[in-house]
């Protein structure tokens, strides 16, 4: 009788553990961002602002995302969002990472209705794109 009071016992003690641990959540992605600006490889004479419907935008939804380059699906698949401790870039703080398709991971910052994603540093190429939800 004492070995299935204490069974029962640290099974209960396990269960409230265990459904009392936080998660990291993934930012709420869902929905349709689209591009706004670039900043980083800048063409010569070419605008670096986007205006809306432009065809160029993320779509998720849940754990998955679509990418639209000029109205067309170039890429899709899965990805997952990792909290960060503000993780200096380009004179910003990215606040997320992100991994498509569980590929090369990603700095992100977002905040409210934008988010901004970077591909390395703008010194050595990268680009800063700044998305705007929807």
């Known amino acids: 009788m004492k070995n299935i ?8 003690v396990l269960f409230t553990i265990i459904s009392c641990e936080k998660k990291a959540t993934a930012p709420e992605l869902d929905g349709t961002w689209e591009l706004r600006h670039v900043a980083g490889i800048q063409v010569p004479g070419l605008d670096p602002n ?14 998955n995302f679509e990418k639209y380059s000029d109205g067309k699906k170039v890429l899709s698949g899965s990805f997952t969002v990792t909290p960060e401790k503000d993780v200096p870039l380009n004179n910003r703080k990215a606040n997320y990472s992100i991994k498509f398709n569980n590929e090369e991971k990603l700095y ?13 540093v703008i010194a050595a190429d990268g680009t800063e794109s700044t998305f705007e939800k929807q």
Do not use: A, E, V
């Open 5 to 12: 009071f204490r069974l029962t016992l640290s099974m209960m």
């Open 50 to 63: 986007f205006k809306p419907g432009n065809g160029n935008s993320f779509k998720f939804d849940g754990q």
């Open 108 to 120: 992100m910052l977002l905040s409210g209705n934008k988010f901004i994603l970077f591909d390395g």
